[in-house]
């Protein structure tokens, strides 16, 4: 089974700022989330834990999977999109001519711009993560666990899926959700959705 956690709470959420590939830390609340997830969880099994290099997924997962003889992979491909020099930017007061407007409002036509990541680049590098490093384990038979972030947990699914890019924000996953993924997902690689 292949199961997908976001981190947990961090001060920027409670702000609406745009995190991004800055490395902000779990607050106390976070720290709470990822404990009473563990009690939540606690009888789901987990063979492998993939995680973000960024703090805020990876004290999410050392809280989360504490006490269990779970191995964790660091991997920089699960990084939270780059929003470049946008990093920061409250979602809530965003202008309509804001390059990041485009990104959440309408992600189907977002240019990225100030060393902002782009959608192709996102999904390149998710598609490349599923298929060399997921893929191999969910065919041993392993359940894998991935805790990441919103948009790059999106991503995940909307590849699996094959979900339009317009619908990318649809649904972003609560902090510290868990969500199982149908059992079969991944028996063929999956393909780059994007291209450009």
Same mark, same amino acid.
């Given at each position: 089974?292949?199961?997908l956690?976001r981190? !947990?709470?961090?001060?920027? #959420?409670?702000e609406?700022?745009i995190q ?6 779990? #607050?106390d609340? !976070?720290?709470?989330?990822?404990r009473? +997830?563990a009690e939540?969880?606690r009888?789901?099994?987990f ?5 973000? /290099?960024?703090n805020? +997924?990876?004290?999410?997962a050392?809280i989360?999977?504490?006490?269990r ?21 409250c979602?809530?007061t ?7 407007y485009?990104?959440i409002?309408?992600p ?6 100030? !060393?902002? $990541?782009s959608?192709e680049s ?6 490349q993560?599923l ?5 191999? $384990?969910? @065919? #041993? !038979? ?8 919103g948009?790059v947990n999106?991503?995940? @699914?909307?590849?699996l /899926?094959?979900?339009?890019?317009s $619908?990318?924000w649809?649904?972003v996953?609560? #902090?510290?959700?868990?969500?199982e993924l ?5 028996? $063929?690689?999956v ?6």
């Amino acid at each position: 089974m292949l199961y997908l956690m976001r981190h !947990g709470l961090t001060d920027w #959420n409670i702000e609406h700022k745009i995190q991004g590939s800055t490395d902000i830390p779990l #607050n106390d609340t !976070g720290r709470q989330m990822a404990r009473d +997830a563990a009690e939540r969880y606690r009888d789901v099994h987990f063979d492998i834990c993939f995680v973000s /290099t960024l703090n805020r +997924a990876d004290e999410t997962a050392r809280i989360f999977l504490e006490g269990r003889d779970v191995p964790t992979v660091s991997d920089a491909r699960l990084k939270e999109m780059d929003f470049g020099i946008y990093d920061g930017s409250c979602s809530k007061t965003l202008p309509e001519d804001h390059p990041i407007y485009k990104l959440i409002k309408e992600p189907q036509f977002y240019v990225p711009g100030g !060393g902002a $990541e782009s959608f192709e680049s996102l999904y390149s590098r998710i598609t490349q993560f599923l298929n060399e490093s997921v893929r191999p $384990e969910l @065919l #041993n !038979g392993r359940d894998v666990l991935v805790i990441a972030h919103g948009g790059v947990n999106k991503c995940i @699914l909307s590849i699996l /899926t094959k979900a339009p890019l317009s $619908e990318f924000w649809t649904g972003v996953m609560r #902090n510290c959700e868990l969500l199982e993924l149908p059992s079969g997902v991944l028996k $063929e690689p999956v393909e780059m959705p994007l291209k450009g």
